[in-house]
């Protein structure tokens, strides 16, 4: 099969390669997927770079893809065959992803794409929306809450907005940096952008919220928005945590207790296999009522894994990075 891999932590230029390696081979209680994309997600880059130590001689990227099921191993049923399917967690754990023609996964791990939703979307959808529908869904719905999802133009913030529409949420605030952007999170259906650049992010959601908060935030970037959040949120109000620029974070111990906030973090790589299952029966419903829009920003082919990882590394593309095989 043609694919790409690493060997040692690096930029994309030093590292990614591209050629050929054996086909995969499935085994008991696996399926072999015939991929036709992958998606490339700020983790992938992030653990080329040294994020995340190399425990494998070689590693080929990626979490997120889609494709057919071509074989199956003891223990599966072969009416599995031929089947569309999108993938989670691709590489997590393990030494090979999404980045080539075959990836031999856990058959749960692939899961039906139905035929209205193209490989292309099915490659947006494991990382982002699996993060989205967790964040939502943490301690309690958000049905007739206000929500700010930060980063609202990102893959997770834009599957955020949509789902915490279908989730019921009264009111949805989005920060972004561009007008660009801001117009991608009006499109995808939030009812405040704040363009955090030019705009007092305190003083905005005060604003929009009567001087009450956010009953619950999405947050990319817990370490950045640590000091703020008794002053964003409602009392007794929710901060998910699934992203963060450094790897420490600073509370103020007083503002947050006379506040009764709460903060919750988690990762979308080591899900409970309760909260998993939720998320995907969740995503397939809005599937099949083609319910989800999902964003394909840029294209590449294959052997141009270096240009989408440099891609995805600058930010320079508003939607999901994908690969065609």
């Known amino acids: 099969m043609r694919a790409t891999w690493y060997e040692k932590n690096g930029t994309a230029k030093d590292v990614l390669q591209f050629g050929t390696m054996p086909d995969p081979k499935p085994q008991a209680g696996e399926v072999l ?6 998606g490339v997600n700020p983790s992938d880059w992030k653990a080329r770079s040294g994020a995340r ?3 494998f001689d070689r590693i080929i990227p990626h979490s997120d893809g889609a494709g057919i099921i071509e074989q199956v191993g003891a223990g599966v049923s072969t009416s599995r065959l031929g089947e569309r399917v999108w993938v989670w967690n691709g590489q997590w754990n393990r ?10 996964v856990p058959e749960r791990q692939a899961v039906a794409l139905p ?3 193209s490989f292309a979307a099915g490659a947006c959808l494991g990382i982002p929306a699996l993060t989205a529908y967790r964040a939502l869904t943490v301690d309690g719905l ?7 999802i930060t980063g609202g133009a990102g893959a997770v913030g834009h599957y955020a907005i949509q789902m915490a529409k279908l989730l019921g949420a009264r009111k949805i605030l989005t920060t972004v940096s561009s007008a660009e952007k801001a117009e991608h999170a009006r499109k995808a259906g939030a009812d405040v952008v704040i363009n955090y650049r030019t705009e007092n992010l305190v003083d905005r959601v005060l604003s929009e919220t009567d001087g009450i908060g956010v009953d619950r935030i999405v947050d990319v970037d ?3 928005h640590a000091k703020i959040l008794p002053r964003i949120m409602a009392r007794d109000g929710l901060a998910i945590a699934y992203g963060s620029n450094n790897p420490s974070v600073a509370f103020d111990f007083v503002p947050m207790i006379t506040s009764g906030a709460a903060v919750r973090f988690f990762i979308v790589y080591e899900l409970s296999s309760i909260a998993r299952q939720q998320g995907l029966d969740a995503i397939t419903r809005w599937l099949e009522r083609d319910c989800l829009h999902h964003e394909v920003g840029a294209e590449f082919r294959l052997d141009q894994v270096t240009e989408a990882h440099e891609a995805v590394e600058r930010r320079e593309v508003v939607g999901n990075v994908i690969l065609r095989m």
């Open 142 to 148: 958000p049905d007739g809450q206000t929500v700010l």
């Open 95 to 104: 030494a090979f992803g999404t980045a080539a023609e075959f990836i031999a």
């Open 115 to 117: 035929p209205l939703i």
């Open 53 to 55: 130590p190399i425990t």
């Open 222 to 224: 817990i370490s950045g």
């Open 33 to 38: 997927v015939r991929l036709a994309t992958s």
